[in-house]
């Protein structure tokens, strides 16, 4: 049986669960909208902060998330942005498997950020530990400004993480440095072991430096065997280092 949690609008600094340290499964996340309040620090803003275990079959549709800057004069805001990871998941740790998401916003900025930040329509910031396989994501829009690592399923991906069976369709993003379609940076990725079996398809990318229709920055070794990959119409745009 499935579980709706649906019709959530807050305005807060703070992620909707924090931290979830089980199994996430058979839930689906529907018309949902976050907005950051002020400029208090929050290192991750989203759904979930960070999903400490697996997540498997959990539908994310119509979601808005939105940590992006205000000034103080904006009507019911104090500012905004001061945020390291903004996503539905902000970090993982665990594997993420059999994830359908359709209709996410998320819009950050670099307003108050000196560290490593990521921005995403699923995961940040993707912990060795995890993994993702049979993801599929479509209408998807993301507005980074000058942040850094944006990807429309993860941000960064640290160490061996797997990527398999993702499909991203009827996507545009909007971003800074360390910019790809599926990851804006891959850590170490050995692909066609690692990575295998990538659709994206009808999408937008731009940004102004290492921007890719699949990788923003990677670190490829090994060969492609066995990874029959597809990108079909996806507009690549940037100053350096695009491809």
């Not at 275990?53 to 994310?60: A, I, L, Q």
């Not at 993301?142 to 850094?148: E, Q, T, V």
Request: hydrophobic share 40%.
């Amino acid at each position: 049986n499935w579980v709706r949690i649906k019709g959530i609008n807050r305005v807060t600094n703070f992620p909707m669960i924090a931290t979830a340290y089980g199994r996430i499964s058979n839930i689906k996340f529907e018309n949902i909208e976050l907005e950051k309040l002020d400029r208090t620090k929050t290192r991750n803003f989203g759904i979930i902060g960070h999903a400490a275990g697996n997540v498997s079959n959990v539908r994310f549709t119509d979601i808005v998330i939105d940590s992006s800057y205000r000034d103080e004069y904006t009507a019911g805001r104090h500012g905004g942005g001061y945020t390291n990871n903004v996503a539905l998941i902000s970090m993982l740790s665990g594997a993420a498997s059999n994830v359908k998401i359709d209709g996410v916003y998320v819009q950050a900025d670099a307003t108050g950020v000196t560290s490593t930040n990521t921005t995403s329509a699923f995961v940040g910031y993707s912990n060795s530990t995890a993994s993702f396989n049979n993801i599929e994501a479509k209408n998807i829009s993301i507005l980074s400004g000058d942040r850094y690592y944006t990807g429309g399923i993860v941000g960064y991906m640290n160490g061996a993480t797997k990527l398999t069976g993702i499909t991203l369709t009827d996507f545009a993003i909007f971003a800074n440095v360390d910019a790809g379609g599926v990851a804006g940076y891959a850590a170490a990725t050995t692909y066609g072991r690692t990575m295998n079996n990538i659709i994206v398809k009808d999408g937008f990318m731009i940004g102004r430096v290492r921007v890719g229709g699949v990788i923003g920055q990677g670190y490829l070794v090994n060969s492609t065997d066995a990874s029959p990959s597809v990108v079909d119409n996806v507009f690549v745009m940037g100053d350096y280092h695009v491809g």
